[in-house]
């Protein structure tokens, strides 16, 4: 498979030795952690302020990139983005043959928080990846289960996405 990783180093991850609070991707790798077990990745340069993340699981030995979705002031639900640079150092959307196996998104937010681990095919499927028929997407809002004041838009787009969400209660 190639994965893109225009990341910096690859690192091994496993229960025992976490990063210590200070290091920014520690919101994320817990949750992670408890869903996929033991993991490599690749913190990206890209996307940083949204924890991107390429891991690669010791099981399964499968490729999923992930996110931190984060709450917005003045609007429902949570934001993140997932893009790379072209060789014109413009940013674009990502294609099949980045993503990996799966697009995981990250939510935590106080007493609440979970995953939407989004397949590749549904990713292809809702035109967030690019290909040659889609533009793809470089930014976009998720809608957990929590998120109730939703406009019509929102609603539709929170319906197919619960069926990808798992959620994690903090401190399991």
């Not at 817990?30 to 913190?43: A, N, P, T, V």
Request: net charge positive; glycine share 6%; with cysteine.
């Amino acid at each position: 498979m190639a994965v893109g990783t225009s990341g910096t180093e690859i690192s091994s991850i496993n229960k025992k030795d976490f990063p210590k609070k200070g290091n920014k991707i520690l919101k994320i790798i817990d949750i992670l952690h408890e869903f996929y077990g033991d993991f490599d990745f690749i913190k990206e340069k890209w996307n940083e302020d949204y924890e991107g993340l390429l891991i690669k699981t010791k099981e399964e030995q499968k490729y999923k990139r992930c996110r931190l979705a984060k709450r917005t002031p003045k609007k429902e639900g949570y934001f993140t983005v997932f893009w790379k640079k072209d060789q014109n150092n413009n940013n674009v959307p990502y294609t099949n043959e980045d993503l990996g196996d799966e697009l995981v998104i990250v939510v935590i937010d106080s007493y609440n928080s979970g995953l939407f681990i989004i397949p590749k095919e549904v990713a292809v499927n809702k035109r967030i990846l690019s290909t040659r028929d889609s533009k793809g997407k470089m930014a976009m809002r998720f809608y957990p289960p929590w998120c109730t004041n939703l406009n019509k838009t929102a609603q539709s787009t929170q319906k197919w996405q619960l069926e990808y969400f798992r959620s994690y209660k903090i401190g399991n």
